[in-house]
C-alpha cells in the first residue's frame, strides 16, 4: 500500500488508567495529551504474518504503549489472518503480557454487513471499545442519495455497536474524499451521521489532499476520537517520521483536545514509526 493510502497503504477505555505497564514502559512519558503512543498495525502487516508476538515485542521495543489492531476477518487477505487462531481473549492477554494497550481495531465494512453481532463479540472480548472502518467504500464519483445511503447504513450499523457500549468510528478514506454537489463529501458526511453513535478518526496525511488536521478539530469540536499520525514535508511534498516534518505537531494535539481525541495511532513505514518515537515522548500539549 502506499504511503499516501491507508487502504493500499493500508475514549482511552475507562479501565485504561489500570493496565499495569512494566517498569521500562513506566518510564516512557505518554506525551502528548497525556496518552500512551501508539501506532496502527498494518504498516507491520507482513511481519504479523510470519511472527505476531515478536512483532508485538518489536513495537513494545521501540517505545509503543498502544496499537490499534486489524480484524482477522477483515483483513485476512492484508496480513492478519493467522490471528483468527487465537480467541479474543488470548490476544487481550498476548497484548498485555507485551505491555500494549489496544482499545480500538479497524473493520472492514463488509463484515460488518456480514455479521455484526459476532463482530461485536470479538471486540469486546478483546477488551476493546473502539471500532472502526476505514470507508464507507461508496463510489469514486457519488451522487448525494449515494452518500445518504451510505450514511444511513452507517448510522444502522454503529447503533448496534452503541448499544454493545462500543463506540464506531470512521476513517477518511478514498470515499470520504471524494466530492458532491460541490462540497466535501467528508464534510456532508459530518451533518448525515449520528454524532452520538459515530465519531471519526482522522488521517493526518491527507494534508497532501488540503485536509488540514487541526482545522477539523476545530471546526468539528467533539466529533473526533482518534487519528492516524504521519509525518508530511512541504518541501519534498513525502512521508517523514513525526518530528522531522513541516507539521505543526504542537497545534495539531492542541486542536485535537478540541475536537475531542482520546488515542492517536502512528501509521507509517516500520523505521519512520520508530524514528518518531523520540519526539513524541517530548512533546507536550
Same mark, same amino acid.
Given at each position: 500500500?502506499?504511503?499516501?493510502?491507508?487502504?493500499?497503504?493500508?475514549?482511552?477505555?475507562?479501565?485504561?488508567?489500570?493496565?499495569?505497564?512494566?517498569?521500562?514502559?513506566?518510564?516512557? +512519558?505518554?506525551?502528548?495529551?497525556?496518552?500512551?503512543? $501508539?501506532?496502527?498495525?498494518?504498516?507491520?502487516?507482513?511481519?504479523?504474518?510470519?511472527?505476531?508476538?515478536?512483532?508485538?515485542?518489536?513495537?513494545?521495543?521501540?517505545?509503543?504503549?498502544? =496499537?490499534?489492531?486489524?480484524?482477522?476477518?477483515?483483513?485476512?487477505? +492484508?496480513?492478519?489472518? $493467522?490471528?483468527?487462531?487465537?480467541?479474543?481473549?488470548?490476544?487481550?492477554? =498476548?497484548?498485555?503480557?507485551?505491555?500494549l494497550q489496544c482499545v480500538s481495531s479497524h473493520f472492514d465494512l463488509g463484515? /460488518?454487513?456480514?455479521?455484526?453481532?459476532?463482530?461485536?463479540?470479538?471486540?469486546?472480548?478483546? @477488551?476493546?471499545?473502539?471500532?472502526?472502518?476505514? +470507508?464507507?467504500?461508496?463510489?469514486?464519483?457519488?451522487?448525494?442519495?449515494?452518500?445518504?445511503?451510505?450514511?444511513?447504513?452507517?448510522?444502522?450499523?454503529?447503533?448496534?455497536?452503541?448499544?454493545?457500549?462500543?463506540?464506531? @468510528?470512521?476513517?477518511?478514506?478514498? &470515499?470520504?474524499?471524494?466530492?458532491?454537489?460541490?462540497?466535501?463529501?467528508?464534510?456532508?458526511?459530518?451533518?448525515?451521521?449520528?454524532?452520538?453513535?459515530?465519531?471519526?478518526? &482522522?488521517?493526518?496525511?491527507?494534508?497532501?489532499?488540503?485536509?488540514?488536521?487541526?482545522?477539523?478539530?476545530?471546526?468539528?469540536? $467533539?466529533?473526533?476520537? +482518534?487519528?492516524?499520525c504521519q509525518g508530511w514535508s512541504d518541501k519534498t511534498k513525502k512521508i517523514?517520521? =513525526?518530528?522531522?516534518?513541516? /507539521?505543526?505537531?504542537?497545534?495539531?494535539?492542541?486542536?485535537?483536545?478540541? @475536537? @475531542?481525541?482520546?488515542?492517536?495511532?502512528?501509521?507509517?513505514?516500520?523505521?519512520?514509526?520508530?524514528?518518531?518515537?523520540?519526539? /513524541?515522548?517530548?512533546?507536550?500539549?
Open positions: 500500500m502506499s504511503e499516501m493510502s491507508r487502504r493500499e497503504f493500508s475514549k482511552i477505555a475507562p479501565n485504561a488508567a489500570a493496565l499495569a505497564f512494566s517498569a521500562g514502559a513506566l518510564e516512557l +512519558s505518554a506525551h502528548p495529551l497525556g496518552l500512551p503512543i $501508539g501506532c496502527q498495525t498494518y504498516p507491520v502487516r507482513k511481519l504479523i504474518a510470519e511472527d505476531f508476538t515478536g512483532t508485538l515485542k518489536q513495537l513494545s521495543n521501540a517505545g509503543f504503549q498502544a =496499537i490499534e489492531l486489524c480484524s482477522p476477518v477483515g483483513y485476512a487477505d +492484508s496480513g492478519f489472518a $493467522g490471528l483468527a487462531k487465537y480467541k479474543a481473549s488470548e490476544l487481550k492477554k =498476548i497484548l498485555s503480557d507485551m505491555n463484515e /460488518l454487513r456480514k455479521d455484526m453481532p459476532g463482530r461485536i463479540e470479538w471486540a469486546k472480548d478483546l @477488551g476493546l471499545t473502539q471500532m472502526l472502518v476505514p +470507508s464507507l467504500d461508496g463510489p469514486k464519483h457519488p451522487t448525494m442519495d449515494d452518500v445518504k445511503r451510505a450514511a444511513d447504513e452507517y448510522n444502522k450499523i454503529a447503533e448496534q455497536a452503541a448499544n454493545a457500549g462500543l463506540q464506531q @468510528g470512521l476513517h477518511n478514506e478514498e &470515499f470520504e474524499l471524494t466530492t458532491v454537489d460541490g462540497k466535501r463529501t467528508y464534510d456532508v458526511l459530518f451533518d448525515l451521521l449520528d454524532p452520538k453513535l459515530v465519531k471519526f478518526q &482522522f488521517q493526518v496525511s491527507t494534508i497532501s489532499r488540503g485536509y488540514d488536521a487541526a482545522q477539523y478539530f476545530l471546526k468539528y469540536p $467533539g466529533r473526533f476520537i +482518534s487519528m492516524h517523514v517520521a =513525526i518530528g522531522q516534518d513541516t /507539521l505543526d505537531w504542537k497545534k495539531i494535539f492542541t486542536a485535537a483536545k478540541t @475536537g @475531542g481525541i482520546q488515542n492517536y495511532f502512528v501509521e507509517m513505514d516500520r523505521e519512520k514509526m520508530r524514528a518518531s518515537v523520540p519526539y /513524541l515522548r517530548t512533546l507536550e500539549v
